[in-house]
């Protein structure tokens, strides 16, 4: 489990397996990793990262955060939620996007079953040249 703070919300972060399966999260960072360094891995980082946090909210949040996952009204209900605590991390001074998501990215990997999930996935993904 990871602790994040995002403004004045914390949350505990655990990739469920259920929630990891269901949302197909695994397969986004695969794709995630196949992009060129630069401005393409920016965008694509800042857009996975709501969906990271939303997912590893489900096991202990899903009183406040929990949807299902066949209903995109009800997720994009839950989203605009995690934006805005974005929006309040990405305003403290101290903020920094790419060490959120490694901190998330360490978590979803540091399960063992999870991290062999994604090393399969990304043995089908061609590799970037």
């Known amino acids: ?3 994040i703070k995002l403004g004045e919300k914390e949350l505990n972060i655990k990739f469920g397996y259920e929630a990891t399966y269901k949302s197909g ?3 986004k960072i695969v794709q995630l990793d196949q992009i060129e360094d630069g401005i393409e ?3 694509a980082v800042l857009m996975l990262l709501p969906e990271l946090i939303l997912v590893g909210a489900q ?3 899903e009183k406040e955060f929990g949807y299902d996952p066949n209903n ?3 997720k994009e209900k839950q989203m605009k939620k995690v934006f805005s605590m974005l929006d309040d991390y990405f305003d403290q ?3 920094d996007g ?3 998501y490694e901190a998330l990215l360490t978590e979803i990997l540091g399960n063992g079953f999870l991290s062999k ?3 399969q996935e990304r043995k089908k993904v061609p590799k970037r040249k």
């Open 41 to 43: 891995q920016v965008n």
């Open 98 to 100: 790419n060490m959120l």
């Open 1 to 3: 489990m990871t602790k």
């Open 59 to 61: 096991k202990f949040h």
């Open 25 to 27: 999260i695994i397969a």
């Open 93 to 95: 001074e101290d903020a």
């Open 117 to 119: 999930l994604h090393n």
């Open 72 to 74: 995109e009204e009800q």
